[in-house]
């Protein structure tokens, strides 16, 4: 087994609020509703302890969503209240959609205060034997949903201003929350899975993105923001295709994104999707270097079915043809509850989940 992440058997971040969270979201405030989310926080780390996971996040309980609560807190960057952008989801019974608020970049963007320091350290200080795990959206989504008309032209009339700013302002983020003692950090981005739909590729080109080449664009404004990470922390990044109530957008293999994306991606990790179909076959692993880790995300969020331990071996085995066995770890394929919302499942069925995953780790690496 690992004794450093990504571990073999591993988790995205998310998971799902429990009843008494969701109500104390709804009748609480303040220091009220801080207490409830660190009691909440507290027991669901220590049934990830239980289960023996090597890592543990605080399952972003004190978020409404994986990357808008981050993104909101970055100076120069404000919710365009009036104005919202329409996500269309597709599920097996059909489509639903997401509105959130929009972004407006106003003001030059910098780091005002570390984002999450306080709940980083409260996770440090709960954890007993698994290591902190911080989740963060990546500099990509500050772009990826608004473009370029997110970006007030008068505070950036140049967009190579805007892009130096964005990945210093996240250069300082990744040193502030390091001096934290954290070792462990997450880059959530779906942006660079969504690339590899020529669906999202059209319409990233029809509001005037150079959308065949945005993922390089991606790749090197993540680089800056990683150059000077501190001695000792691990970043990886997690790509998925959407997850919202059990929901995606996208779809198509890692093909379009792989050489670029594990040959010149900077980071220690990749959590990638593999669940179903929509992610197409292992064949893009062949990019990944020696020395670079793969967490299969083989399984699935959407629905509480669980799977075969005989089944998932067979899959570990087909992506070692690709990529070293000794490359490869275990988790699912995204988090249970990437929006308070939560995925259509229960709670039993999720740690049910992870639970497999500790124990088809231990039978594959021993």
Same mark, same amino acid.
């Given at each position: ?43 669901? *780390? #220590?049934?990830?302890? !239980?289960? @023996?996971?090597?890592s543990? %996040?605080?399952?972003?309980? $004190? ?18 209240t009036?104005?919202?952008?329409? *996500? #269309?989801?597709?599920n !097996?019974? @059909?489509?639903?959609?997401? %509105?959130?608020?929009?972004? $407006? ?38 772009h ?29 983020q990744v ?83 792989a ?24 064949e ?30 067979r ?13 490869i ?38």
């Open positions: 087994m690992r004794t450093s992440p990504p571990f073999r058997a591993d988790h995205v971040g998310s998971l799902l609020r429990p009843q008494s969270l969701l109500s104390a979201r709804e009748n609480l405030t303040g220091d009220e509703l801080r207490a409830a989310e660190d009691a909440a926080i507290q027991e669901v *780390v #220590r049934r990830q302890e !239980e289960i @023996g996971l090597q543990a %996040t605080d399952g972003e309980f $004190r978020r409404a969503s994986w990357h808008m609560d981050f993104i909101y807190r970055l100076g120069g960057i404000g919710q365009a009036d104005e919202h952008i329409t *996500v #269309r989801f597709h !097996e019974k @059909g489509d639903i959609e997401f %509105t959130p608020a929009a972004l $407006r970049v106003h003001d030059r963007i910098k780091l005002n205060e570390p984002v999450f320091a306080d709940d980083f350290t409260f996770l440090r200080d709960t954890v007993t034997s698994a290591v902190p795990k911080l989740t963060i959206p990546s500099p990509s989504m500050v990826y949903r608004g473009g370029p008309a997110a970006i007030d032209p008068e505070v950036y009339p140049d967009v190579e201003e805007f892009w130096r700013d964005l990945s210093a302002a996240y250069a300082e040193r502030r929350i390091g001096a934290l003692g954290c070792t462990y950090l997450q880059f959530d981005d779906t942006s660079l899975a969504y690339l590899n739909d020529p669906a999202q590729r059209a319409e990233l080109a029809s509001r005037g993105d150079d959308a065949e080449h945005m993922h390089l664009r991606y790749i090197k404004q993540i680089n800056a923001a990683l150059a000077a990470k501190p001695a000792g922390m691990t970043i990886t990044t997690h790509m998925c295709r959407g997850n919202f109530r059990s929901s995606w957008a996208a779809s198509g293999s890692y093909d379009f994104v050489e670029a994306l594990f040959g010149e991606l900077k980071v220690d990790g990749f959590f990638l999707e593999y669940d179903d179909e929509r992610s197409g076959g292992f893009p692993l062949r990019y990944v270097p020696k020395g670079k880790m793969v967490v299969l995300g083989l399984v699935t969020t959407k629905h509480g079915g669980l799977e075969s331990k005989d089944t998932l071996k899959r570990i085995d087909e992506a070692a043809k690709f990529v070293d066995l000794d490359q770890c275990l988790s699912p394929q995204c988090g249970f509850s990437s929006t308070v919302e939560g995925n259509e499942l229960t709670a039993d069925q999720q740690f049910a989940k992870l639970r497999l995953i500790v124990e088809t780790a231990q039978e594959v690496w021993g």
